[in-house]
């Protein structure tokens, strides 16, 4: 396998400006490599889309250049279709990077890219909205829109600095769940539905999530006290939280999440709204470049 033709959907913005440069020394070394690389800048999620699914139509491979925001939606533009996507993490989380990493250094990227193998993922849609990695609803997205709004450092400590914050005036939510037909009533403080194992910025949340199954991994966290709070906050960075109490988990093709009170509603790492939202799978949408194989060894 070989692939020649590549268009890298920037985000100018991630990283800091890190992205531009990532993306440059990427494109040298391909292009050194003798593969044909156009790159674009978007002007932000709509426009990131658009961007990919005309790559698509010309029949490019897709590097998504930027953090998670960017990657859903470029992959928004290639679900259904033929085109593959890679993930070139330079943004704050890069949670879904970590489910298909590549080496560091640009010329043994760019060989990987030209010569690992693609596979068919799932995806997850809401709203209308496509999500590679995880639609959140609670306290996790109550940190994200803390960190968002107080312009906190764009780096993956920023999420933990916001959860502290956010969890000296946090209470409990009032869920109402209607899990594949099923209306499930939860207290609680998240609900998380998980394509991909990793979010928040290196945060385990659905360890034995996989991105090939059909399926998406629901996990909610319970009314716990804030002192048995902050340990499972804590255990999330290694994926240990899943055994802890209040801890539940179980996996869903299609789940509404709606609340006693307005909450923020996160997929991404973007914004999504204040709910209700429906999440459901879309099942193979999306070929992805460097998927570990068997899926089964995430």
């Known amino acids: 396998m070989s692939r020649e033709v590549f268009t890298a959907v920037v985000n100018p913005a991630a990283g800091a400006g890190a992205a531009a440069g990532r993306i440059t020394r ?7 490599g003798g593969a044909a690389v156009t790159v674009t800048y978007s002007r932000g999620l709509g426009h990131a889309t658009e961007l990919a699914a005309e790559a698509a139509a010309r029949g490019h491979a897709v590097l998504a250049a930027g953090g998670d925001g960017l990657a859903g939606a470029v992959a928004a533009g290639l ?4 085109a593959e996507l890679a993930v070139i993490p330079a943004g704050r989380g890069n949670d879904l990077a970590r489910a298909v990493p590549l080496p560091d250094d640009p010329a043994a990227a760019a060989a990987a890219l030209r010569t690992l193998p693609s596979r068919a ?3 997850a849609e809401a709203d209308g909205r496509v999500v590679v990695g995880s639609v959140y609803a609670g306290i996790d997205a109550a940190a994200n829109d803390f960190a968002n709004r107080r312009r906190l450092p764009r780096r993956p400590f920023a999420y933990q600095l916001a959860a502290l914050a956010v969890t000296v005036t946090w209470r409990p939510v009032g869920y109402t769940l209607t899990v594949d037909g099923e209306t499930v009533r939860l207290s609680g403080h998240t609900v998380v539905v998980a394509n991909a194992p990793w979010y928040g910025g290196g945060l385990r949340v659905a360890p034995d999530a ?3 199954d059909g399926q998406l991994d629901l996990v909610t966290v319970g009314a716990l006290s804030r002192r048995k709070l902050v340990p499972v906050l804590a255990a999330l960075r290694r994926g240990a939280h899943l055994g802890l109490p209040g801890i539940a988990t179980r996996r869903v093709r299609q789940i509404t999440i709606a609340a006693d009170r307005p909450l923020p509603v996160y997929a991404d790492g973007e914004p999504l709204g204040r709910g209700p939202v429906t999440v459901r799978v879309r099942p193979a949408a999306l070929r ?6 068997p899926a089964a060894s995430y």
């Open 210 to 212: 996989l991105l090939d």
């Open 288 to 293: 992805l470049i460097g998927v570990p194989e």
């Open 79 to 82: 679900a259904g279709t033929d």
């Open 26 to 32: 990427l494109a040298r070394a391909l292009r050194e």
């Open 121 to 123: 993922v799932d995806v």
